[in-house]
């Protein structure tokens, strides 16, 4: 039994050395490929197709598994992906930049959440998947908490401390310490 016990312990602190391991691999691949990670970054096995040095991850934010950071347009330099201090996003979150998506410190971001700053253009004389994009800043407050399968569409700014329930579709802003849910999301309390 004891010898099991060991075994077991002994087992766990293995497997928790290597994802360590893996997840300084993970952060070294991204700093190398250009993405600005700015001290301690938690990188689980995420996705970056393109444009990684469009990106700009701060110290302490964690990044679950299957999450998607795409990245459109030209290059700039410049982040169109800024992502604060201490912020958290749960499995299977998608951020679809443009121009500019941010989070400010200590975001949190349920899982299966879609987020971005653009979309097509909708003349009726022509093919939309010609007309190219129309975008605008997005910007997730500090301390700001989206649900689960949250979607926040282009130039919508979500107040500090803000909390958007689950399955929710942001159109249009929201105040600071507002509660809001729904399709289209509207505020239906607050949290002071």
């Known amino acids: 039994m004891i010898l099991l016990m060991l075994s077991r312990n002994f087992?766990?602190?293995?497997?928790?050395?290597?994802?360590?391991?893996?997840?300084r691999l993970r952060n070294?691949?991204?700093?190398?490929l250009g993405v600005r990670l700015i001290g301690d970054v938690h990188l689980r096995r995420i996705r970056i197709p393109r444009n990684f040095h469009d990106i700009e991850i701060n110290n302490g934010t964690y990044i679950d598994d299957g999450t998607v950071m795409i990245i459109s347009g030209e290059?700039?330099?410049?982040?169109?992906?800024?992502?604060?201090?201490?912020c958290g996003f749960n499995r299977y979150t998608i951020i679809d930049a443009s121009e500019l998506v941010e989070f400010k410190d200590y975001a949190r971001i349920g899982p299966g959440c879609y987020i971005t700053d653009h979309n097509h253009k909708t003349k009726a004389d022509e093919l939309i998947m010609n007309q190219g994009l129309t975008s605008s800043?997005?910007?997730?407050?500090?301390?700001?908490?989206?649900?689960?399968?949250?979607?926040?569409?282009?130039?919508?700014?979500?107040?500090?401390?803000?909390?958007?329930?689950?399955g929710s579709?942001?159109?249009?802003?929201?105040?600071?310490?507002?509660?809001?849910?729904?399709?289209?999301?509207?505020?239906?309390?607050?949290?002071s």
């Open 28 to 32: 070294v691949k991204y700093r190398i």
């Open 11 to 23: 087992s766990n602190t293995l497997i928790q050395k290597l994802d360590a391991i893996s997840r």
């Open 137 to 166: 800043p997005t910007i997730i407050g500090r301390d700001a908490w989206l649900g689960a399968n949250v979607s926040v569409l282009k130039g919508v700014t979500i107040g500090d401390g803000a909390i958007i329930g689950a």
């Open 169 to 191: 579709v942001v159109t249009k802003d929201i105040p600071p310490q507002s509660i809001a849910v729904g399709v289209p999301a509207k505020v239906i309390g607050s949290r």
């Open 75 to 86: 290059p700039t330099g410049n982040p169109k992906l800024r992502i604060g201090k201490f």
